[in-house]
């Protein structure tokens, strides 16, 4: 059972950045696809971004350049930084986080669907006031 533990939301202006962590518990982070999704009041769970072990990345249409996510192997670590905060950021932003197999450095770039996913963290809160 992997664990995931997201840390950094809070409270910005328009316009303001934040930066979230998503630390893991497992030895084998490397060989995980990492993702961000996000959850507003009323809203569906939608897909923010996503990154696999060959750094490559896929972004939300909404995103438009304004976020960035890596990963720190070694620290088993994933940040997603958010500049350009925007009002309509506000939600619960979860880490999440699928295994695609040992020794596998997938071809192309990571899919957000969010059913592939199978570890989930509890959220941590983002709210842009205007």
């Known amino acids: 059972q992997v664990q995931l533990l997201e840390s950094g939301g809070g409270s910005v202006r328009s316009g303001g950045s934040l930066t979230l962590s998503c630390t893991t518990s497992?030895?084998?982070?490397?060989?995980?696809?990492m993702a961000w999704f996000r959850q507003a009041p009323g809203k569906e769970r939608e897909a923010v971004a996503g990154?696999?072990?060959?750094?490559?990345?896929t972004y939300g249409d909404f995103v438009q350049g304004r976020f960035t996510i890596s990963r720190d192997n070694a620290k088993k670590t994933m940040v997603l930084q958010m500049d350009s905060l925007k009002p309509e950021d506000t939600a619960i932003y979860y880490c999440?986080?699928?295994?695609?197999?040992?020794?596998?450095?997938?071809?192309?770039?990571?899919?957000?669907?969010?059913?592939?996913?199978?570890?989930w963290g509890q959220g941590t809160q983002v709210t842009v006031t205007s």
């Open positions: 497992t030895d084998s982070f490397i060989w995980y696809r």
């Open positions: 990154i696999d072990n060959t750094e490559m990345t």
């Open positions: 999440a986080a699928r295994h695609i197999g040992v020794g596998i450095r997938p071809s192309a770039a990571p899919t957000l669907r969010l059913s592939e996913y199978n570890y």
